[in-house]
């Protein structure tokens, strides 16, 4: 947002509760003349901020737009580097594609870049991610954790588990984790991690971790033949979900797992991330191109591979499409 509509947000909320303000008390303290401080309050007006205004009290701000403003993000974002550049476009094609390019021109780690709408949006294997304007969380962090390539693939673990302990402590919802990155809401899919890598030879650049997370949808809003498999928070909650605030608890969330992470890898997350596994102890079929691997899910590694039992041997699985071969209620079809 524009320092001086920044700035006038700021001010108004500074005395939201209390007196108010004058438009001459905010042209002093803004120091613009009246009219500008008139123009002004139309420019926030037609971003979604709900201004009364009065002779006895003064101009109070009511309501701050459900959208993803850098200001609104901010206010109350209880992070210490996650937010510390933040990008926000009303479009743009992927999130993750726009934070390489930051992070290929030295974006420092914990710049966010998050939009209202991906037009191009992407999924693991050149698939696609459905990002409609204004009902998800469609962001991408920047990371440059010093861990060896390997140890880096836990990322994806580590913000799907981020996200389940979010939507429990804030709105009391269960949600199963489905390896490597899906979150599950009673076997439909409400979060989607893709973390992209850039390395010279065996070190790593950085790392960039987007999450997709349906907030507001209602079931007509994902495409036919998402229907059965996806749903959202509102939808799970039956009510509507403030995406802001959960964003930045979200944020909040990620960076303190981050944090030890950063040191000891997915390790002391494990025992948590299987807790909510829907495919350990679970007969699955795992497809690598041509090759398939059929087993128990009997672990995670400490690279956050999945570990399968297939007769005697164990096969370590790195990356590949994961599926129930009995499926239950929990179960999600990709
Ligand atoms: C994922 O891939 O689940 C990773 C999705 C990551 C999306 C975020 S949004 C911000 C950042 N910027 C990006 O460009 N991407 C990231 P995968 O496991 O391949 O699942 C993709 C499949 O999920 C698709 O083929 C659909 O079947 C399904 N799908 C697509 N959009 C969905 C949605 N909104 N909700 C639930 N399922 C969806």
């Known amino acids: 947002m524009e320092p001086l509509l920044n700035d006038l947000v700021d001010l108004l909320r500074s005395r939201r509760t209390t007196s108010g303000w004058t438009i001459p008390r905010l042209a002093s303290a803004l120091s613009i003349s009246r009219p500008r401080v008139l123009r002004t309050l139309d420019e926030i ?21 459900d959208r993803m403003i850098d200001t609104e993000i901010l206010a109350g974002l209880k992070t210490r580097t996650f937010g510390c550049q933040l990008h926000c476009y009303r479009r743009i094609g992927s999130t993750n594609s726009r934070a390489c390019q930051l992070a290929d021109t030295s974006a420092p780690e914990g710049t966010i870049v998050v939009a209202e709408e991906q037009t191009a949006g992407k999924g693991r294997l050149n698939r696609s991610w459905h990002s409609p304007p204004y009902l998800g969380i469609w962001s991408s962090v920047i990371l440059r954790p010093k861990l060896s390539l390997p140890r880096v693939s836990g990322l994806s673990l580590l913000a799907a588990l981020a996200f389940a302990e979010t939507a429990e402590r804030e709105l009391g919802l269960t949600v199963d984790l489905k390896w490597p990155n899906d979150g599950l809401i009673q076997g439909k899919k409400v979060l989607g991690v893709l973390t992209e890598v850039s390395a010279e030879g065996d070190r790593l650049s950085y790392a960039v971790c987007g999450t997709g997370i349906n907030v507001s949808h209602e079931a007509v809003d994902f495409p036919a033949e998402l229907r059965k498999r996806a749903t959202s928070l509102k939808l799970a909650m039956g009510q509507s979900i403030d995406r802001l605030a959960f964003f930045r608890a979200f944020l909040g969330e990620f960076e303190h797992a981050y944090r030890s ?74």
């Open 261 to 334: 992470f950063r040191g000891e890898g997915i390790t002391p997350f494990l025992p948590e991330y299987r807790r909510r596994s829907i495919l350990l102890g679970r007969e699955v079929v795992v497809q690598q191109g041509a090759h398939t691997v059929m087993g128990t899910g009997v672990g995670i590694d400490e690279n956050g591979a999945l570990v399968i039992r297939e007769g005697r041997r164990d096969v370590v699985v790195f990356a590949g499409e994961v599926t129930l071969r009995e499926p239950s209620a929990r179960n999600s079809g990709e």
């Open 45 to 65: 007006q037609g971003l979604g901020y709900q201004i009364k205004s009065d002779n006895h009290s003064g101009i109070h701000l009511i309501a701050v737009p």
